[in-house]
């Protein structure tokens, strides 16, 4: 029936595309809502300059198809968002999921009648369905901070997340950069190459490690494809959903040299593997302080002045209790004439003027472009935005006031035939996420035959939801992640935002068993009921 498939899928990312995918391929009708005007998600809109993925080529990728995996060619060790772009362009013409897509579609509310969704899009639409399926992506809320002023501000602003697709002319200007998490500390070496003069707004110094990005080499690229099915397997046994193996090695025991030695080799070999090298460095505060006085050495060794060496060097937070961002040349980018770095923890932004930046000190930047790298309203953010209600009319945004909670990560109380993929309280962000959106999105649509197949609607127990967000709590308490006071897994950059620690901690791999075995148990977690057909 037109406008009313077995499923609504809202989001057209990795997430979105494979879950139309697999529905289809499950004998499901299945149509694809998305806000943009094209594929890609994140790789859409995050258009900034030295915007990359952080995960490496070879498994920033779909693992569900063998021929997809040896026909692709990936150019860097961390292909560009055009790359990946592509890369998502490409699969979506391939499994020809297009044709299942409303592009330039918001949707704006999603109510369950009792029977089904019924889902309204900001341009007037209106589509129904049984299943709801939530692929809206953790990192797709841009979050613009609320300073009075922005208004009238005589230059340009942009967030990176909503970056122009014919860029910006930053040649020869007053550049300046709110930010210092991945976005920025990506973006600030880049856009210092052109600007006239780059600022950039700190308000928490961060760690970083040498991405160390380079031409994925014609027999590494053989290598891999050759691998996949070894590398796929060590992806499923992680704890990141990386193909990396943590290191086994107790680095207190070892003697000062060889500690040093072992930490040099890693930073060395660059990029997220860092913390595969370090045992227990989310777990042992030792050994987090003997990584993080490491890295804060080497900030030292790079920045050449003392003053901002020292401004950079985050001494409030442990090493990758924030998401470790991972660079190219940012600390060097600071020995350059044409930049400078603001500390904004010591002197807050006051507002924007029509000029620019004004402090609380009464200080004024002038800039003509003022670059946003404040990050998102995470995990959660993207789903309230959807105006969802379910049962007896309940809005999420009022069953998650205290913070969000669900069953697993993939569906919540109250609202029945909802699942959302990468939802709170799945590892999603802490994991490389197409590992854990392929697993998310064959366990759900293993969920849904199941439903079809026996005439029946699901929603999680308040029971199970309740052990399981107990659970979330425990995972992320056993280790150091908590500590970092204004990271936004916990819901700390957007002011206002309930403190919960959002995504589940403890590990991809024992994740993905616990849902398995929530499956073969036969869904203990979620109420199965008899249809409730409308009249
Ligand atoms: P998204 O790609 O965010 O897609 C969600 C889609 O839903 C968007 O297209 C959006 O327009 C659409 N949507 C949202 N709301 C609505 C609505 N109301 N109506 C209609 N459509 C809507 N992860 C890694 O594992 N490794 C990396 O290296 C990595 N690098 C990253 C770099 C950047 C700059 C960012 C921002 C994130 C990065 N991530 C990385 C996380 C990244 O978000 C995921 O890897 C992945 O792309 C998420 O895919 P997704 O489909 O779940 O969500
Ligand atoms: P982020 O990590 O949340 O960083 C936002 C930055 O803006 C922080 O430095 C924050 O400071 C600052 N900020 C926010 N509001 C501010 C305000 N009002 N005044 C001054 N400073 C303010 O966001 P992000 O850098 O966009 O990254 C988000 C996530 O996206 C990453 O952690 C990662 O998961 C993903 N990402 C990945 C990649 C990659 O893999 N290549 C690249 C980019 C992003 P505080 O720290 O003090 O809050």
Redesign the pocket.
Known sequence: MANDPDVVVIGAGFAGLYAIHRLRERGLSVHGLEAAEGVGGTWYW?RYPG?????ESYYYCYAFSRELEQEWDWSER?PGQAEILSYLEHVADRFDLRRDISFSTTVVSAAHDGDRWVIDTEDGGRWTCRWLVTAVGC?SSA?V?D?PGLEPFAGEWHH??QWPHEGVDVAGRRVGV?????????AIPVLAESAGHLTV????A?FSIPARNAPLAPEEAAGYKADYAAIRELQQASTNGHPFVVSDVDTLALPDDERRALLERAWERGGLRFRAAVRDVLTDPAVNEEASDFLRSKIHETVDDATTAEALTPRDHPFAT??P??DTGYFETYNRADVSLVD??AD??AAITPRGVRLESGTEHPLDVLVF????D?LSGPLLRLGIRGTGGQSLADAWAEGATTYLGLGVAGFPDLFTITGPGSPS?LTNMPTSIEQHVDWIADLVVHLRDHDLEAEPTPEAQARWAEHVREAADATLLPQAA???YLG??VPGKPRVFLPYAGGFARYREMCDAEAAAGYPGFALRARQRAA
């Open positions: 995050n915007a990359r993925c952080d995960s961390y990192l979050n901070p300073i990176t997340g709110v930010g210092t998490g991945s976005t920025g500390i990506q707004f700190q308000r928490t961060n924030k998401r961002p991972i904004v923890r807050p932004i790298a404040t990050g998102f995470a962000v204004s990271s936004w700390a950059n």
